[in-house]
């Protein structure tokens, strides 16, 4: 079946780098998303990648795509005390209704 | 433009008691969904509708009711809350999917419910 599974916590120190971590099963997707829940708060869209592509970058965040492997992973530069959040990931297939999330990963940033 | 909104924010129920959590959006957005979230599990899919009269189970439906009388509003009725209901519950919206274009969900903030 289909599944997106990710680590749940991950701690960093501010200023160091951040690299949160995804797998998914269905080859078939055609975009890929991570989104941000902050404290309180419903989640937001943060970035996404077409899956034609192995790599975006957008300020501080880079989103790395391997297709063989069907593993996304989101990078945080320079991690900031305000990127504390539980970050998604989720697939959806182009043209369809089918969007599937991650289980999120708790990014705790330590002053 | 109030994106998706839900009320309320906050929710006490004893067991065996009924309620609708509410959730209206004015994006004209075809697609809306409940999702549930809970520790550990991310988010778990209740129901979903892809337009007004049109409705169609999750992955965790049971001891949930929705309806969808008008594009703009998707309530979730609760019909006798059990402890194991006690959650954060996410309504989300989105347009018609596009072959070739990226699917964008809008969430709105969540209501905590509590069943004691």
């Known amino acids: 079946g289909e599944d997106v599974e990710q680590s749940l916590f991950l701690s960093v120190r501010e200023g160091d780098s951040s690299v949160i971590n995804c797998t998914y099963t269905?080859?078939?997707?055609?975009?890929l998303y991570w989104y941000k829940q902050e404290p309180g708060a419903g989640l937001q869209l943060l970035t996404y990648?077409?899956?034609?592509?192995d790599m975006k970058q957008d300020q501080r965040l880079t989103v790395l795509l391997n297709k063989k492997d069907k593993h996304l992973s989101l990078r945080i530069a320079d991690t900031q005390t305000g990127d504390s959040a539980i970050y998604f990931c989720?697939?959806?297939?182009?043209?369809?209704?089918?969007?599937?999330f991650g289980t999120g990963t708790r990014l705790k940033v330590l002053a | 433009n109030a994106g998706v909104t839900q009320t309320p924010k906050f929710q006490v129920l004893k067991t065996g008691q009924s309620m609708t959590l509410q959730c209206a959006q004015d994006m004209n957005h075809e697609y809306m969904s409940w999702y549930r979230q809970d520790p550990g599990m991310g988010l778990r899919l209740i129901h979903y509708?892809?337009?007004?009269?049109?409705?169609d189970q999750g992955e965790v439906p049971n001891g949930y009711n929705v309806s969808r009388s008008t594009t703009e509003d998707f309530p979730l009725r609760l019909l006798s809350a059990a402890p194991s209901q006690t959650s954060v519950y996410f309504c989300a919206s989105r347009p018609r999917p596009r072959t070739g274009g990226r699917d964008e969900q809008y969430f709105g903030p969540g209501t905590r419910l509590t069943v004691t």
């Open positions: 269905d080859s078939s997707s055609t975009y």
């Open positions: 990648i077409f899956s034609n592509m």
């Open positions: 989720a697939e959806s297939l182009s043209g369809t209704y089918k969007y599937i």
């Open positions: 509708s892809v337009g007004a009269g049109i409705t």
